[in-house]
């Protein structure tokens, strides 16, 4: 089953804006994942952020994650055409036969426009 | 490195036919993922092999599909038969063994369309 779900579905900006992607999950997790899809590719690990951090920097890239409440965000500065794919959240759950598998979430579609 | 290689990159099939994906992990790396991603969503597991072993086949539809990593390397995924639902694009993932940041690495996957 799909544990994390993420906000909004699909996003449109123009370049050099930021932009902003949320996940919630529903269970304990060791660590929550960022994912880049590009059109027709596999997926692609961006950041990795572990239950006891609360921010990550990654060039451009900055992860929030709050336990409380289940959630996380991915915040991209500056736009650029080429970051146009979808960005998947994926959890790393703690308890039993889940901890070892990634759950991902439904994705968000991110379109670039120059 | 290498990274995953995934064979065909296409195909299509008429319903009730059999088809087989192939896979091969980046080298050194113990477990194998199979996902299925359908149009617009994230990518669903549906086996996990760590070395030759199955470690969480909980979403396989064992009725129609089947997996195999007989040497611990290379695997293989099988349809049969198809079903129009099954069209969707097939990720093999890889990971290292006792990685307690599961960081997975992903091949271009197949692409699937049952008609």
């Known amino acids: 089953s799909q544990q994390g779900e993420e906000d909004p579905q699909a996003l449109s900006i123009q370049e050099g804006e930021n932009a902003t992607m949320n996940c919630s999950y529903k269970?304990?997790?060791?660590?929550l994942q960022w994912y880049r899809q590009n059109s027709g590719r596999g997926l692609v690990h961006l950041i990795l952020?572990?239950?006891?951090?609360r921010e990550k920097h990654s060039g451009r890239l900055r992860v929030t994650l709050d336990t409380s409440k289940k959630s996380s965000s991915l915040l991209i500065t500056a736009s650029r055409a080429a970051d146009t794919a979808s960005y998947f959240c994926a959890t790393h759950p703690t308890r039993g036969q889940g901890a070892q598998k990634l759950v991902f979430g439904q994705g968000t579609r991110l379109t670039i426009n120059p | 490195e290498a990274g995953v290689a995934q064979s065909p990159r296409y195909k299509i099939i008429e319903k009730r036919q059999s088809v087989a994906f192939w896979c091969n992990p980046i080298s050194g790396h113990a477990t194998l993922y199979w996902y299925q991603q359908i149009l617009g969503q994230g990518p669903k597991l549906l086996i996990q092999f760590q070395n030759n072993g199955v470690v969480d086949d909980s979403q396989l539809p064992k009725d129609r599909f089947s997996a195999e990593r007989l040497k611990g390397v290379d695997s293989t995924l099988k349809i049969q038969p198809a079903k129009l639902e099954d069209s969707a694009v097939y990720l093999c993932?890889?990971?290292?063994?006792?990685?307690?940041?599961?960081?997975?690495?992903f091949g271009a996957g197949t692409r699937l369309s049952v008609l």
């Open positions: 269970t304990s997790i060791n660590n």
């Open positions: 993932a890889s990971s290292r063994i006792a990685d307690s940041k599961n960081i997975q690495y």
């Open positions: 952020i572990r239950s006891n951090e």
